[in-house]
Structure formats: C-alpha cells, structure tokens
C-alpha cells in the first residue's frame, strides 16, 4: 500500500502540462498531417509497446484510410526512470518490405529507442519509414541520433513527464492528459 500511496501522491503534486481536450486536437492536427502524407500509401502503423499504446489508440480513430497495425515492444527503460540499453521483446508479426512504416511512439526524447527501430524498418525492407510521437521534449538528443519526428502533438521542455502512455515506475500512463513531475520527486 506504500507504493500506492507514493504513485498517489506524486500525481497530486505533478503539474498538468497538457489536458485532455488540449491533447484532443493535437491529435486532431497529427492525424490531418498524416492523413495527408500517408493516405495513399496503405501504411503499416506500429505501436511501440506500451508508451504508445493511447496515443496509438486515439490516432487510428481518426485516419480513415486503409492501413495495417503491427507493433513492436522495445524499451530502454524497463520500469526505471532512467534509459538503459535497447531490449528487444517483441518484433512486428507483417513484413515491412517494400511498405510503408509509421512508428508511433509515445515520445521524442533522447532518441535511441525510436531511431533504432526506424533502423531496424529499414533494414526489414521499408519503402519509407515516418515516425509520429504524442510528446517532442526539446533537449539535445543523443550522439548518433540525427532526426526529428515527421509529426508531433505537443512540445515539453525537458522535464520528467507522465500520462497518456507515458509512464512514472511503470505507473500512471492512464493519467487524463501529460504531467510533469514535482521537482521534489525526482
């Protein structure tokens, strides 16, 4: 119970950065850009497990053109607030040759995790790769990375976020809208 307690009370000190409705037309906004780009190309969307897995969600509500949905599980941060090495658990079950990819994820951070599997698409064959995150943090990415999502909901400065996918300890990515953390529980 003391964990719950915690998880508690760090949510009701976390500063809302985005609600819902905010979050509401980020998407909305996502899924024109994407809808443009991608209406024609029968894309594979995939998930990355299990940030994305409500952005994921609320964007194929609204794209409203022929796609696949796949998804993949690989993570830096098992639990942890920290990033560490790249774990494969889970690859796409469709082949990805000479198809179009969008990754959605749930947010642009240092960048490792997301330009890995953007690697690992193309190395599966991938027509194009395009990469979608509900949250871009503005901060340096790390050495290596060299993109920057084709589309993104909202902007955070660099701050230690949950809700909507994103997670604090494995906890609160059902929390309705994005927070960032107390400075007192970092």
Request: charged residues 25%; contains cysteine; aromatic residues 8%.
């Amino acid at each position: 119970m003391k964990l719950v307690n915690k998880i508690t009370e760090i949510a009701n000190r976390a500063e809302c950065l985005y609600d819902e409705t905010q979050l509401s037309v980020a998407l909305d906004r996502m899924a024109d850009a994407i809808t443009k780009k991608m209406r024609d190309e029968n894309p594979v969307m995939l998930c990355v497990m299990v940030g994305a897995l409500i952005p994921m969600g609320h964007l194929l509500t609204r794209l409203h053109f022929p796609l696949t949905v796949d998804y993949v599980h690989a993570t830096r941060y098992q639990g942890a607030t920290r990033g560490g090495d790249l774990h494969w658990l889970v690859e796409p079950r469709h082949s990805l040759k000479d198809r179009t990819v969008l990754i959605v994820d749930d947010i642009m951070d240092g960048g490792l995790t997301l330009s890995a599997i953007i690697d690992y698409c193309n190395q599966m064959g991938a027509k194009k790769v395009y990469s979608a995150v509900l949250v871009d943090k503005k901060r340096k990415r790390e050495a290596g990375v060299e993109f920057e999502p084709d589309f993104v909901g909202v902007q955070t400065e660099d701050r230690f976020l949950f809700g909507y996918g994103l997670d604090y300890e494995e906890y609160l990515r059902n929390a309705p809208g994005v927070f960032a953390v107390s400075d007192e529980d970092l």
